[in-house]
């Protein structure tokens, strides 16, 4: 009897540590968060950044193996410009490529707009 009680024992099992896993992570998230964020100085940007130019920092984090956030306001842009690793190379994406390439990075309200 045992046999038939084993893949549903297994299963719970799994779907816990699925659970835990997935809390875990919504954690982490939200104190990633609330953390205080300060800007890098361009000396300290430029060890992490070692392939750009002095003072351009790069938007794709994740090729640098860091953790980022997306301001909500670029959800909708149909067209997103950044440097390319220079001051001098503009790189453009349509916003659907944007949010491909930005499809595991959280989301946030960080800034807002100058409506003066």
Request: net charge negative; with cysteine; aromatic share 12%.
């Given at each position: 009897?045992?046999y038939?009680?084993?893949?549903?024992?297994?299963?719970?099992?799994?779907v816990v540590?699925?659970?835990?896993?997935?809390?875990?992570?919504?954690?982490?998230?939200?104190?990633?968060?609330?953390?205080?964020?300060?800007?890098?100085?361009e000396?300290?940007?430029?060890?992490?950044?070692g392939?750009?130019?002095?003072?351009?920092?790069?938007?794709?984090?994740?090729?640098?193996?860091?953790?980022?956030?997306i301001?909500?306001?670029?959800?909708?842009s149909?067209?997103?410009?950044?440097?390319?690793?220079?001051?001098?190379?503009?790189?453009?994406?349509?916003?659907?490529?944007?949010?491909h390439?930005?499809?595991?990075?959280?989301?946030?309200?960080?800034?807002?707009?100058?409506?003066?």
């Open positions: 009897m045992d038939v009680f084993a893949p549903i024992v297994w299963l719970l099992g799994f540590n699925v659970v835990l896993w997935l809390v875990w992570q919504l954690l982490w998230i939200v104190l990633w968060l609330v953390l205080p964020i300060v800007l890098a100085s000396t300290e940007a430029s060890t992490i950044f392939d750009c130019e002095l003072g351009s920092v790069p938007p794709v984090a994740g090729a640098y193996d860091l953790m980022a956030v301001d909500d306001s670029l959800e909708g149909n067209d997103i410009y950044f440097e390319g690793g220079d001051h001098r190379t503009l790189v453009h994406l349509t916003g659907g490529n944007f949010q390439l930005m499809q595991d990075v959280p989301h946030a309200h960080i800034g807002a707009r100058n409506r003066g």
